[in-house]
């Protein structure tokens, strides 16, 4: 099975099994190539169900001057994958996706939150190079509000996923311990406080990998390795799997930093990307005969 | 009963029962007059309880550059009630403080991180009058983060009180929502915006009576019902107990804002605030017999 992941990597090419899609018995592997609608990757297909369900859960209502710009900080902010990972690890561990659409909402929430924040116009704020300018529809002022808003927010939305039919409190209670940690301060915000500390420079050459590897752990990491955890306790994965998937999401989560990030050109990333490639994939081998293929496609997002 | 409340209100004094004080049977009136060491108030009593468990709770570990600052900020905070009143509450409806004491460490987080955040100088941010000039250790980017930092740790502190011996996931979940909409875009943010809405002025008079009403009742308001209906809850009471204590709240934290904020010196805010404490007192009325001195110390702290 590991040979198999290795070949797919190798190929550059990720065949995603669609829910929707109709499985050939007969043709076992045809029927792991892609056959969504509208070439739809994995990603963006529930990417799009995470974004109907946030457009659901944050009406325009009034105060329309809170709510209107709430609701557009939260779309504006650039599509992230560990929502989606968030849904896979759940679907990976045997669970259903809807159980965990609310946690991937919050993750998608504290994303834009902390994007809305990193943005915002300090007066001692140098801004970083890794993070691109920015069109601002709003005040600084209201979008240090409305990030502040929108941080609760998404508790919220996952503390009142609690379904007494389902009996599932203390798993949404342990997702929000994990989402908490892995947004405070030895989450995200060590991430963004690594990142504030890299010598400015005029170049092109901003830090080094070693520099670039640490700030993307604490924060595409981190976020990706909590999303992949919280989606496998959610889908009622055992510790085993969960710490699993919980490693596949930080790999995952730092390529994403990495590849998309300020210090993509560095010299010496593109082997450290694939070394994290082969760790991801490694983490996902005894998972055989699962939704492996949906997942393992994140590695190449 | 309500007649003693007004009594009480009337003569300013308010008397005290401590945990610790020893109950003399034969004086029951007596028994609830001040008997707490070095003079100290219900309310600061039970604060320096809150304060010795989250120095407990924030520890200075490493990274110390992110956890030093972190420190800092929640306990430079001014103090607030609200934390307060939440054990007060819990102790109201027969519940015992340690019940509420994960929730009132939230609160005082939720608390200290709205008020870093609203102390940032930001490039278009005037500083409302409404706010004092207050010293920063640090600069405005790590207030930034560290609010960031604060807010999910606050959740992370209440969820992580849950204990399955005592059953209360279903509490715990219930008092999240609680303070994340305290917290959120139709509780404290909004207050905040109504708040920046204030016309600027240099003189002496801000804003009109029902201007600096509306944004109490936001902000103090709001975090003081939310503290009082989670200690209700967290402490076992009933629907109407929790609702009581929720309208309680939102009076006591209205007086707060009031007598601290701006517009202090107000015309008609005197008139007002009398008002708001007697609707407060009343609240309590059906509270007979129980732990009532202490919580209705809160309506003139």
Redesign the interface.
């Known amino acids: 099975m590991a040979a198999a992941f290795y070949r797919l990597n190798g190929n550059q090419t990720f065949h995603i099994l669609s829910r929707s899609s109709a499985v050939r018995p007969s043709l076992p592997h045809r029927s792991m190539m892609i056959t969504m609608s509208q070439n739809q990757s994995y990603w963006a297909s529930v990417n799009s169900e995470i974004e109907a369900h946030l457009k659901q859960a944050i009406p325009l209502r009034p105060?329309l001057?809170?709510?209107e710009p709430?609701h557009h900080l939260v779309f504006a902010a650039p599509q992230n994958t560990a929502p989606a990972l968030c849904l896979a690890a759940c679907e990976l561990v045997g669970g259903h996706r809807d159980q965990a659409m609310a946690a991937a909402s919050a993750l998608h929430l504290m994303h834009a939150?902390?994007f809305t924040?990193e943005h915002?116009?300090?007066?001692?704020?140098p801004r970083p190079k890794s993070r691109p300018v920015i069109h601002h529809a709003y005040?600084?002022?209201?979008e240090?509000?409305?990030?502040?808003?929108i941080?609760?927010?998404g508790?919220?939305l996952l503390?009142?996923s609690?379904d007494?039919a389902q009996n599932n409190?203390?798993r949404?209670?342990?997702v929000?311990?994990e989402?908490?940690?892995a947004?405070?301060?030895?989450g995200?915000?060590?991430g963004?406080?690594y990142e504030?500390e890299c010598p400015q420079s005029d170049g092109e050459e901003l830090c080094d990998v070693g520099w670039i590897e640490q700030v993307c752990k604490k924060k595409e990491g981190g976020l990706h390795a909590c999303g992949a955890a919280c989606g496998a306790i959610l889908g009622g994965g055992s510790e085993e799997e969960i710490e699993k998937l919980r490693r596949f999401g930080l790999y995952v989560g730092m390529i994403q930093g990495m590849l998309h990030g300020a210090g993509r050109k560095e010299k010496g990333l593109k082997e450290v990307v694939e070394e994290l490639r082969n760790l991801a994939l490694k983490e996902l081998e005894e998972f055989k005969g699962r939704k492996v293929e949906a997942i393992s496609s994140f590695v190449n997002v």
């Not at 915002?120 to 704020?125: I, S, Y």
């Not at 240090?144 to 808003?149: H, I, K, V, Y």
């Open positions: 105060p001057q809170v709510f709430m939150a902390s924040h915002l116009p300090l007066t001692d704020r005040g600084p002022n209201i240090l509000l409305l990030g502040d808003a941080i609760p927010f508790f919220e503390a009142r609690d007494p409190s203390d949404i209670l342990r929000t311990i989402i908490t940690r947004m405070g301060s030895q995200m915000v060590e963004q406080y504030l």
